[in-house]
């Protein structure tokens, strides 16, 4: 069978396509999953966001696919749809799947006949997407498909879910990265590519979709596995690995035998981004820390979410935040980070504000905390994603004021406060954020002089849409530039004009989203 997966165009805030471009993951792991004799080929959007409906039309033409697959976050719902639509325009007898977050999470979403999708493999894919094209290879229904939703004439058939796949047995195979028909994956002007070293994690967080998906578990692939598949992304010309290991540092000693063994492979002048947990680098961080580095480790994304104890309960995120040498148990961040600095190393600060009893007084210090510590700001508002306990919080309160899913982006604040509007608390971080980046860029020049001194005015063009020199300069009041920036947003998630087949439904979340 002919087979095109799509990653959607719609990009976050804090990761502009002017300075990082990176590919999914999940993708060229469908691609290595599915047995050899396929076609596949993938095309991340976010490449072509210029020209989301010529691309599409031009793989379509030229693949001739008998099944399109879409990898989508909820803030992507919309433009997938209309993507979906495009490509049953052009030609009608294709097989439409949705996976990812959104589809696993909000299936109902997803089921309406006049969208025209044909299966919703929730959960993990790699399996699940391998024995449907068995089952449609065959002719037959994929009934004993778990992990699937599917429909059959008029009927939606729900299969059982999937376990998750302990990584361990070979049942998952290596990514694909030879499907990728498109070009340009790019971090600061260095060629990035993604590996996975584990799955899962077994914290709770109350704004987070990974429980939800996978459940409370963490497996770990081989660590030759590992080796070999940086090896295969440097040979294709990666200069930047990102790991997207949900909680990489969950498992400390591991952790540190993948640094050893970086080094051991020689690979340690690859650049490598990752996330990790505040609590491991402050407990294990004066060993840790240099032997990141030694690895190659640069950028270090920590899930600070927020410094005010109160909002890390509401997040039930404190466990994975406190400093266990403190007899107090105090935060972890500001030692995590000071650890990181120390060695070399950036700190991209992970921070969640606008959380229900906040303030502006708790929202500045969380700002000001990012202005002290962290070199590259990825500061959020928390966002009702389907499945979510936080979302159950929110209803109960009655602070989700918007329900456009294509504002569930993690900048575009959705909720209210007790105390704050959705318009203040966005407003706050985005008057403050903007000159944090720019002082990142006089940290990134040091590293990447060359792609900082050539893309500097796109770079500071970004960051200060919707601005004046009126505004800059304090004639104008900041909240007119912010009015902009805001116009400015949501014109720029049109990324094609192609009409949505559920337009008339509205812009509603799932209702009520399946957790069979």
Known sequence: MRVLLLSMPDAFEHTPTVAIRMPNGGLASLAGNVDPHHE???????????????????????HAPDVVGLSVMTFQRITARRIIHLVRQLRPSVRIVVGGYDPSLAPEAWIDPGLGVDAIVRGEGDITFRELLRAWERGECPSRVDGLWYRESDTLRRNPP??????TDSAVRPPNRGARVLSGYTFLGRAIDVVETSRGCTFDCSFCSIIEMRGRNFHRLPMPHVIDDIRNAVSLGARSIFFVDDNITLDVERFKALCRAIIDA???????????????IATHGTELAPLMRQAGFRYVFLGIENVIDEDLIFLKARAKNIDRHSATRENASAAAATLLRQHGMFVVGGLIVGNPDDREESVTANLEFARKYVDWPYIQHPTPYPGTPMTADFERQQLIVRRNVSEYDGTTAVTRT???SPERVEFLRWRAERWLKVRHMGVAIRHDPLFVLRHAK?????????????????????????ERYCAIRAREREYLDVPDPLADAGPALSRVPART
């Open 266 to 280: 020689g690979l340690q002048h690859v650049d490598y981004l990752v996330q990790a947990m505040t609590a491991s």
């Open 162 to 167: 999937r376990g998750v796949a302990t990584l």
């Open 418 to 420: 007790a105390h704050l």
């Open 458 to 482: 796109e770079m500071l063009a970004h960051t200060f849409r919707g601005s004046t020199w009126r505004s800059l300069l304090g004639i104008e009041p900041a909240e007119a530039a912010f």
């Open 40 to 62: 596949v080929a993938i095309a991340d959007l976010v490449l072509v966001q210029s020209a989301v409906k010529a691309t599409v039309e031009r793989l379509v033409a030229s």
